[in-house]
């Protein structure tokens, strides 16, 4: 395998609503500064420039937050994809893997969310290469699973199969994907081993991966296929309007009998929630965490909270979080930060285009 034919895709499709309201369209969640001075951004290029190289680096992303995006990555048009719609990660991987097959014939390809937390980037980028050796020599699809920490309902998991073979050390066959669980199987799970947490990091080469499209979901691989003989922005809306809307995971992944997957135990969060980035920061059942700006806290244990241009004060609450964005105030539980989804699509119902 040659360097010169490893590629990086950043995947900054979504939608980011659990992180309302500091995440809006015009100012996506991988743009926020959770963690020190970088964005989620930042970090994901940073890892997928030291993967591939920096001419080798892309970027797939949805038409409202494209602008800023763009602006944000540094990175030439050519290699910013831009989705004419959101239609789930299947279709966001066959547009990308189609534009880097057509550059580079040979080309193996990460796939990276722009929005997870990895801190350890050296143990990411060895993962990451023992994973596109697999998938150059035996065409594996390969997906990273971390090990799990905590009975996690918000993680798809994979179930670990028989090991790939001497050639392959470390990785398996995926014997099953078990999708978000209910917190009794969670705990299932965890309590039997053999499974990890599927970090939505996949590495493969990219005709592999739009052979298996075109094999599990066809559907799909039609749409596609009109852009891919003319490429043009009519050709890809039509595509993209008569594209199955599915995760790669359910599309292929479910389906395809290619994919292993790398157990990995680095530090790793999705960043998926207001809790999830509270925990991230350290917030537990003693302490607090201000992400930015001003704010007094008295007898107010395992709160996260972020202020923007004026002082906030807690007194006598916990579990909460507390994010403001100047134009509008987010009062929530932790514990039922998923459901901030719920806010957005009230607003939405409500026609608040000037809050989304």
């Known amino acids: 395998m040659a360097d010169a034919h490893l590629h990086a895709v950043v995947m900054a499709g979504g939608a980011g609503e659990r992180f309302w309201p500091r995440s809006r369209r015009a100012r996506p969640k991988p743009l926020l500064r959770v963690a020190g001075g970088a964005t989620l951004l930042d970090a994901a290029l940073a890892h997928a420039r030291r993967f591939a190289g920096a001419d080798r680096v892309w970027l797939v992303c949805t038409q409202p937050c494209a602008a800023a995006l763009r602006k944000a990555s540094g990175l030439p048009r050519a290699r910013v994809l831009v989705e004419p719609e959101g239609r789930n990660t299947a279709m966001a991987v066959a547009f990308a893997a189609a534009h880097v097959a057509a550059r580079d014939p040979d080309a193996v390809t990460a796939f990276l969310p722009a929005d997870h937390a990895i ?66 199987v969670a705990r299932r799970l965890l309590r039997s081993g053999g499974h990890l947490w599927n970090a939505g990091i996949f590495v493969w080469r990219a005709d592999a991966i739009l052979e298996e499209i075109e094999r599990c979901e066809p559907a799909l691989a039609r749409a596609l296929a009109a852009y891919r003989d003319r490429p043009t922005r009519a050709s890809l809306a039509r595509a993209y309007r008569g594209a199955p809307s599915l995760p790669i995971d359910v599309a292929v992944l479910e389906r395809s009998r290619r994919v292993w997957t790398l157990p990995v135990d680095f530090p790793w969060s999705d960043v998926g929630s207001w809790a999830s980035l509270a925990a991230e920061l350290g917030v537990d059942a003693r302490h607090s965490r201000v992400v930015d700006g001003a704010a007094l806290l008295l007898d107010a244990p395992g709160n996260l909270v972020w202020p923007d241009r004026r002082f906030v004060a807690l007194l006598g609450v916990e579990g909460l979080a507390v994010i403001d964005a100047g134009d509008a105030l987010l009062v929530a539980r932790l514990d039922r930060s998923a459901d901030v989804r719920r806010v957005v699509a009230a607003l939405r119902e409500r026609k608040r285009a000037d809050l989304l």
Do not use: C, N, S, W
């Open 119 to 184: 801190p350890d980037g050296a143990a990411l980028q060895r993962a990451l290469r023992k994973a596109a050796r697999a998938a150059a020599r035996a065409g594996a699809l390969v997906t990273l699973g971390v090990a799990p920490t905590r009975p996690e309902t918000g993680y798809g998991y994979i179930q670990v199969g028989r090991a790939a073979g001497p050639a392959y050390p470390g990785l398996h066959r995926v014997r099953r994907f078990v999708e978000k669980p209910a917190l009794a």
